[in-house]
């Protein structure tokens, strides 16, 4: 009981983490809470069930058609709407990233019809870790998660484009000085950030085996807890708090009842910011 | 400034007029649309209150609106309770639920403030779900008593829909004033001056957290008491009313119409609801129509619908 | 052009805010080398007519000559690659950045590998920075940043300087380091647009002084051609004492 209740808490929590890291670096440019962002999630694991169901490609390649396929749409999305929110009042931000989430949601429901659909995909065969029967795709997550936050971490140091995410992030108006073309670092960093979303989706399918439009509204909503939690614009806090909401959930879930799982993230996430108001990680940090 | 003050109460009475003899030239429909859109008024004017007042963007509207919707309820039917009581009570405990949430939220960044709100939503529908021996839970509370307008027992059962109207339209009357009151006293001074600069505020002496306290616990109150006309209204409850779209609408409401101003919201509750009736015809695409909508809205008048349609108003008048 | 290298020629500018405007039609001529210093009284324009030079303002009417170019309609980044370098009003750094990430991002909009030798340039100028190269801006002190947003302006070697009140909060030592490299800039050939409220000061180390006063250019000349008293009059009531009506001085 106790592995299984780590193991799916790790798997739930990297799941998460790799939703939660593309919100968090929106938000770190563009000071805006992004409320289409689980909808990201949504669409890639729709992209990678409609490759694999109508294209008929294999899982494998499913996955980057699913980023890819994100990729583009978001990128019409951050160029319509996303850089219109730079230097926009925060209440616009949100407003408009609702009208996005309803938008997604509900054309993906006229589309593919609002029932759930059934992911068949992926590799869930158990392989025993501590005497547990663990799932290669929940191995898959977590690797995932890890290589991606590391490959992140790196980015944002070493990269040119990751420098300057982080100086649009702390100074806006220095970065207009020193010629930064503002709205093309808003953009593709909300393409980054959703497709990491769509990422988590395409893999996380497997798993959770099915699939509906309204599927992203949750996410969306756990995913502020977790950016919260772990300190807004903290990469590392990012992860770490997904595992632990991630964990939390799933010893909730197996010891208390499903019904209340979906309430741990804020009745933790209020719990948090009671004792410490600027989140577990609270470095000043932005990335 | 004065022209302006007499355009202002002159379009409210208009308005006002307009609406007591509506019923007459409606059809039992519109009269329904237009008893939505008073329903919506009451928890939009406890948004405005906390967003357009005090600076602060609460998702906990529509929580509140729900827990005095089962506050209302559970005391009609278990205790028998007369409708004004209920109300009130319903106001009363939303009031008290936002105390405790308040003290560690407002104290909080404005996007993580945003965020406990959205989750206090999330927690309050949880709970709607599993306190089964009190609220039933998916089921939820059905055959909830009509308004009795009386002192304590027995009274007028309000059952047309024709009086559901007036009674919707009297109750938003007093909201109104209500909320008119509260802005334009001291304490709703102090709120605007936090709004516009919350340092300079805090360093003349306004107990910032204190009012902004206030304006949380009153929005709390405004919208307790819009869930109790609702739940009599529709007679039932169940926690989709937790469900974030109605939080969306209230925004959209309040935003829409014109956030820190009192036409802006009332116009916003007409029009919005009468969009979404409107987008009926077209089901499929309706929940499409009204995000894009929104989007449109929000860039092309950030400020909201009345404000722009005032400044279109006077500007020729200034210009001669 | 190369006769005009380094020339700022302002004409019956108009720039603002959107519908607002603020600098009203004005005229300012800054020869190659000069060092001028415009001053003038709170909410004048100076900043906004800083802005309105580097395409961060509004600019409705009028032309920005430099270099035999106009400059009116041009964006940031293409304004630094023609020459002229921008240090604004308050802070301009990156907070959790190191010194160095600091001045990586100075050279965003030059050529790639612009910025190697540049760097050494900027350590002498201001080696204090050398010392800190590893250190967050954050942790600078207000003169060391000061320094640093110098540095990263100067990084893209400029051959105009604008800059907007480098003296706030620095205490009068730190002013007089910063006020001396200013100097070595300017005679190193940058011709340098200073906004300065520490009107002393300026007057000391600028070639010519300007005043600017509800968007206008109202006098302008050397130095030596005005007192304090005189100054502060024009501040105040916009014309010279003894002046008839509008006075336009000219060196
Ligand atoms: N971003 C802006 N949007 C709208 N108005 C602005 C903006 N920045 C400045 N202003 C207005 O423009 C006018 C001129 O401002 P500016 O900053 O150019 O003055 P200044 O001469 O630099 O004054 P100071 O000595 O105080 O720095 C002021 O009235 C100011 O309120
Ligand atoms: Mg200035």
């Known amino acids: 009981m106790l592995t299984d209740v780590a193991v799916n808490g790790i798997t739930a929590g990297s799941v998460y983490a790799l939703v939660a890291v593309g919100m968090t670096i929106i938000f770190g440019v563009l000071r805006a809470i992004n409320f289409a962002h689980g909808e990201y999630y949504m669409l890639g694991t729709f992209g990678a069930w409609w490759a694999i169901e109508t294209v008929e490609l294999p899982y494998l390649v499913s996955i980057p058609a699913a980023v890819v396929i994100v990729g583009v749409i978001a990128f019409a999305i951050g160029v319509l709407v996303m850089r219109r929110l730079i230097d926009a009042p925060f209440q616009i931000g949100v407003v408009a990233t609702l009208g996005v989430s309803l938008v997604l949601q509900n054309v993906v429901i006229l589309v593919f019809g609002g029932s759930y659909k059934m992911f068949d995909g992926g590799w869930i065969e158990p392989v025993d870790i501590f005497g547990a029967g663990v799932s290669q795709q929940r191995i898959i997550i977590v690797i995932a998660a890890l290589v991606i936050f590391g490959g992140l971490e790196l980015m944002v140091r070493r990269t040119r484009f990751g420098k300057t995410m982080r100086a649009v992030a702390q100074n806006i108006e220095a970065c207009k000085i020193m010629g930064v073309d503002v709205p093309r670092v808003v953009t593709g960093t909300f393409v980054l950030g959703c497709c990491l979303a769509a990422l988590s989706g395409a893999l996380t399918a497997p798993v959770t085996g099915s699939l509906y439009g309204g599927m992203g509204t949750a996410i969306t909503v756990k995913t502020f807890a977790i950016i919260v939690m772990g300190g807004v614009g903290n990469v590392g806090g990012t992860l770490l708090a997904a595992w632990l909401l991630g964990l939390m959930e799933s010893a909730v879930a197996g010891y208390l009842g499903l019904q209340f799982r979906d309430a741990v993230a804020f009745v933790a996430l209020i719990a948090v910011l009671t004792v410490m108001p600027g989140g577990l990680f609270s470095r000043r940090e932005r990335f | 400034m004065g022209s302006d003050m007499r355009l202002r109460i002159g379009g409210f009475a208009g308005f006002l007029a307009l609406l007591l003899v509506a019923p007459a030239f409606l059809g039992e429909y519109q009269v329904h649309a237009l008893i939505v859109s008073l329903t919506f008024l009451l928890p939009a004017l406890g948004l405005n209150l906390i967003l357009g007042y005090a600076g602060m963007l609460s998702f906990a509207q529509m929580a509140f609106f729900g827990i005095g919707a089962y506050v209302s309820a559970l005391m009609a039917m278990r205790w028998g309770t007369p409708f004004w009581l209920n109300f009130l009570a319903a106001g009363v405990v939303a009031g008290v639920v936002a105390l405790p949430l308040g003290i560690p939220a407002l104290r909080l960044r404005k996007y993580s403030f945003v965020m406990c709100t959205l989750g206090f939503a999330v927690i309050a529908q949880t709970l709607a779900k599993n306190w089964v021996s009190v609220t039933r839970g998916d089921l939820g509370l059905s055959n909830v008593p009509r308004p009795m307008l009386g002192l304590w027992s027995g009274g007028i059962e309000i059952r047309g829909i024709t009086s559901y109207y007036y009674l919707a339209l009297g109750l938003s009357v007093i909201a109104v004033l209500a909320f008119l009151a509260i802005v334009s006293s001291p304490a709703g001074r102090y709120m605007i001056a936090i709004r516009e600069d919350e340092t300079l505020a805090a360093s003349v002496g306004a107990p910032t957290w204190r009012y902004r306290m206030a304006a949380f616990v009153l929005s709390g109150v405004f919208a307790g008491c819009g869930g109790s006309f609702y739940v009599h209204y529709y007679t039932v409850i169940s926690p989709t009313i937790f469900d974030p779209y109605y939080g969306n609408t209230l925004l959209v409401i309040v935003l829409g119409g014109g956030v820190g101003t009192l036409g802006g919201v009332v116009a916003g509750s007409f029009i919005f609801v009468a969009l979404s009736e409107v987008l009926r015809v077209a089901p499929d695409i309706r929940m499409i129509a009204y995000g894009l909508l929104l989007i449109v809205v929000v860039f092309g008048c950030p400020e909201g619908l009345l404000p722009l349609l005032m400044r279109k108003l006077r500007r020729p008048t200034h210009a001669t | ?251």
């Open chain 3, 1 to 251: 052009m190369p006769a005009e290298s380094g020339t700022l020629d302002i004409q019956a500018l108009r720039a603002g805010y959107g519908p607002l405007e603020i600098i009203r039609s004005l005229d300012l001529k800054v020869e190659a080398g000069e060092f001028v210093a415009l001053m003038g009284p709170n909410g004048a324009g100076k900043s906004t007519l800083l802005k309105s030079i580097f395409g961060m303002a509004t600019v409705t009417d009028g032309r920005i000559g430099w270099e035999g170019q106009d400059l009116r309609g041009r964006k940031p980044g293409h304004i630094l690659r023609a020459g002229i370098a921008y240090v604004p009003q308050g802070r301009c750094n990156f907070p959790q950045m190191s010194v160095d990430e600091n001045l990586d991002m100075a050279t965003y909009a030059a050529p790639k590998g612009v910025g190697k030798a540049e760097r050494d340039y900027v350590f002498d100028l201001f080696p204090i920075l050398r010392e800190r190269r590893r250190m967050p801006a954050g942790y600078l002190s207000g003169g060391e940043q000061q320094m640093l947003e110098m540095g990263m302006a100067m990084l893209l070697r400029p051959r105009l300087l604008l800059i907007d009140e480098p003296s706030v909060g620095l205490s009068p030592q730190t002013i007089q380091k910063v006020f001396a490299e200013m100097i070595r800039i300017n005679q190193a050939g940058c011709t340098i647009l200073l906004v300065e409220q520490n009107t002393r000061k300026a007057m000391e180390v600028a070639s010519r002084a300007a005043v600017l006063r509800l968007g206008q250019v109202i006098w302008t000349g050397p130095p030596s051609a005005i007192s304090f008293a005189e100054l502060g009059e024009i501040f105040m009531t916009g014309r010279l004492p003894g002046a008839p009506d509008e006075t336009r001085g000219q060196p």
